[in-house]
């Protein structure tokens, strides 16, 4: 349990979403905003020095293979936890994020307080997967069928629990 603000690095090309982040954080509390970066040699220097709790990553990122750079991450500073935030979702994705080493994946089409909660989830060591990520993991992974369950009579009404008064 982090009993202090929770540590958030981003690496988003797009100046608009990460301040839009910064500012939800900010007003939310409980959050240190650490900055964005806009390219992963950025990330990997900042993630180095500031040991980020959480690290918020779009795929979406040029001249990166965001998943070989989740993999980095990990190995420079384990204890960070990665979690996706992209405008692209899809199973195949949210699988190859997952096995890279990240601990959630979320569309940028999430309710803003549905991210912020992701964001203390994932810091909490939860593996988060938001509404649209869910049904995609779904898809691939579908769950395992109920076992069919042989109907029965009732063992109230063979073994009652309480006298009825007449």
């Not at 992209?86 to 997952?98: K, T």
């Not at 988060?128 to 029965?152: C, F, I, M, T």
Request: glycine share 6%.
């Amino acid at each position: 349990m982090i009993d202090r603000p929770i540590r958030i690095l981003c690496m988003e090309d797009n100046q608009l979403v990460a301040e839009a982040i910064s500012r939800k954080l900010d007003r939310e509390g409980g959050f240190e905003w650490l900055g964005w970066v806009q390219d992963s040699e950025a990330l990997l220097d900042h993630v180095r020095v500031t040991k980020p709790d959480v690290i918020s990553m779009d795929l979406d990122m040029p001249r990166v293979d965001a998943f070989a750079l989740i993999g980095k991450i990990k190995q420079t500073v384990p204890q960070s936890r990665v979690i996706v935030l992209s405008g692209h979702v899809s199973a195949d994705l949210v699988q190859r994020a997952i096995e890279s080493g990240a601990a959630g994946y979320l569309s940028k089409a999430e309710e803003s307080r549905a991210i912020v909660e992701s964001y203390r989830q994932v810091a909490k060591g939860a593996l988060v997967l938001g509404r649209l990520s869910q049904d995609a993991w779904n898809d691939l992974n579908p769950p395992a069928p109920e076992p069919e369950v042989e109907a029965k009579p009732s063992l109230l009404r063979r073994f009652p629990l309480f006298k009825r008064s007449k």
